[in-house]
C-alpha cells in the first residue's frame, strides 16, 4: 500500500495564480482531511471531508477550495494565492469507522507564493 | 480537547529507553490520549492512543496514570531514526468533534549516538 500520496511535492506560485493540490489513499478511509503547517506553528485544519460525498470547514478555510471527488481522492484548490498562504500542506486519511480516527498522512507539499 | 502539556526538548542516548512526559490534568473521562510523531520534513505519523490501560505496540508503549491526569510515552530502545518531535493530544472521539487534530508545539527527542 502506498498509503497517502500527495502532488505535487514542490510549488512556487506567483500571487494571484490557481492550483490544485492532489491527494489519494489507498486505504479504503471514509474521513480525509487537509492541514497547512507553518514554521514554528502546529497543524491547522483547513477543510475536512467526513464521507464521500461530503465536506466542512476546518480552522483556517478562507482562500480554500476542496472537492471529495470519490472515496480515494480529496484536492485542495487555491484560487488566488496569496503570500500567506506560504506554508506545507498535508493530507491525511482515517477510518472513523473504526471509532478511534487514527490518521495518516502524507508526505507534504511545500508551497511558496511569491 | 483538553489541553496537553510537554516539555520543549528531551535528549536521549541511543540504545536507551526514552520517556516523554504529557500532562493533561483536565481530561475528561471520554477523551484517549494519542500521540504522533514529526520527523522532520515529514508528514506526522500516528504512534499509539490509549484511554485508562496501559497500551503497548511495535513502536512504543503508552503509561497512563491511574488518575488519567498524565502519560509517559516510551521508546524502548531509541535509535537515531525517532529523532522527532513528539506530540501528546487528547481527544474525544466517540460522539464528539473527532475531526480536528490539535497539534500543540509538542516535544523535540533529539537522540544521540
Known amino acids: 500500500n502506498a498509503g497517502v500520496t500527495q502532488t505535487p511535492k514542490f510549488q512556487v506560485l506567483k500571487t494571484g495564480q490557481s492550483m490544485t493540490l492532489q491527494c489519494a489513499q489507498d486505504m479504503n478511509h471514509n474521513s480525509m482531511y487537509w492541514y497547512r503547517q507553518d514554521p514554528g506553528m502546529g497543524l491547522r485544519l483547513i477543510y475536512y471531508?467526513?464521507?464521500?460525498?461530503?465536506?466542512d470547514k476546518g480552522e483556517v478555510p478562507n482562500g480554500y477550495n476542496v472537492s471529495r471527488l470519490n472515496k480515494r481522492e480529496f484536492s485542495l484548490r487555491l484560487e488566488s494565492a496569496a503570500p500567506s498562504q506560504t506554508s506545507v500542506y498535508f493530507c491525511a486519511s482515517s477510518d472513523t469507522g473504526t471509532g478511534y480516527n487514527e490518521q495518516f498522512f502524507g508526505p507534504g507539499t511545500r508551497l511558496t507564493v511569491l | 480537547d483538553a489541553k496537553t502539556t510537554q516539555p520543549t526538548s528531551m535528549d536521549c542516548a541511543e540504545g536507551r529507553a526514552a520517556n516523554l512526559p504529557c500532562n493533561h490534568s483536565t481530561i475528561s473521562g471520554n477523551e484517549y490520549v494519542y500521540w504522533y510523531r514529526q520527523i522532520h520534513s515529514q508528514g506526522p505519523q500516528y504512534i499509539i492512543h490509549g484511554l485508562k490501560n496501559n497500551e503497548t505496540n511495535e513502536m512504543a508503549s503508552l503509561i497512563i496514570t491511574e488518575d488519567r491526569k498524565s502519560s509517559t510515552l516510551i521508546l524502548p530502545h531509541a535509535t537515531l531514526r525517532d529523532t522527532a518531535v513528539y506530540y501528546c493530544?487528547?481527544?474525544?472521539?466517540?460522539?464528539?468533534?473527532?475531526?480536528?487534530?490539535?497539534f500543540g508545539k509538542g516535544t523535540l527527542l533529539t537522540v544521540n549516538p
Open positions: 493530544i487528547a481527544k474525544i472521539v466517540r460522539g464528539g468533534s473527532n475531526y480536528k487534530l490539535t
Open positions: 471531508s467526513a464521507s464521500e460525498g461530503t465536506t
